[in-house]
């Protein structure tokens, strides 16, 4: 079997320098898309501390930061995007390299948890909802918003996606079956919105 993992790690460490200076489809529209979206459904919310799980370059949290205050925090499995990230200097903004199921955070951590455009990357999915629900404090919102079936950005790194255990590939997955694998996990789905495109947002509350 590939090493799927190794091969996202190399493909974003390419990718890196000119990842959020794009604005195309071959990156990096569809996460601004999702990165606006997600700022937008948090505008009204009270939360103090947000982990972004795949932050890439930190987009998100710089434009975050930019809003309000609060205890940032990003992760991502190439390094080069991390390196990215923290040159931006971002005021209350932490960014690690590290592996969305198996994150180094304690229990109850976080108020909110981001996954923008990452998910379909993740070898072990369950996992990764299972770890963003540990680090959730109670009542805590897990935000993911991926494209699904048809995306072209999907079609487009097709040679890194894995093939789930269920049979096919993340590009079978859609806004539904995030929300039936964030109810196994123990979430309440409050939000499971198809935005632009393929493009979808599902919502999880511990
Ligand atoms: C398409 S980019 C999205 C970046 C950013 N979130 C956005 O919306 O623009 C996917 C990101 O997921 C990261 N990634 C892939 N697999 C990962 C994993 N197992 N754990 C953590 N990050 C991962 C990649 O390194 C890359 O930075």
Request: with cysteine; glycine share 8%; charged share 30%.
């Amino acid at each position: 079997m590939k090493n799927y993992e190794e091969l996202s790690r190399k493909h974003f460490n390419q990718q890196a320098p000119l990842y959020d200076k794009r604005d195309t489809v071959y990156y990096s529209r569809e996460g601004k898309i999702s990165c606006r979206d997600i700022a937008e459904y948090l505008r009204d919310k009270t939360w103090h501390s947000l982990l972004d799980v795949g932050c890439g370059t930190g987009w998100m949290i710089d434009m975050l930061r930019k809003e309000r205050l609060a205890d940032y925090h990003g992760l991502d499995l190439a390094e080069n995007m991390i390196e990215v990230a923290v040159s931006k200097n971002i005021p209350d903004a932490q960014f690690v390299v590290g592996k969305a199921d198996v994150l180094p955070y304690e229990d109850g951590r976080f108020d909110v948890v981001t996954c923008s455009q990452s998910f379909h990357h993740y070898p072990d999915q369950d996992k990764a909802v299972a770890e963003a629900y540990r680090v959730l404090s109670k009542g805590g919102l897990y935000i993911l918003s991926d494209t699904g079936v048809g995306g072209l950005g999907a079609w487009i790194d097709n040679h890194i996606l894995f093939k789930l255990s269920s049979g096919g590939d993340c590009r079978t997955q859609n806004r539904k079956s995030i929300a039936k694998r964030m109810e196994k996990a123990g979430f309440e789905v409050i939000d499971c919105t198809q935005l632009q495109g393929f493009i979808y947002r599902v919502v999880g509350r511990k």
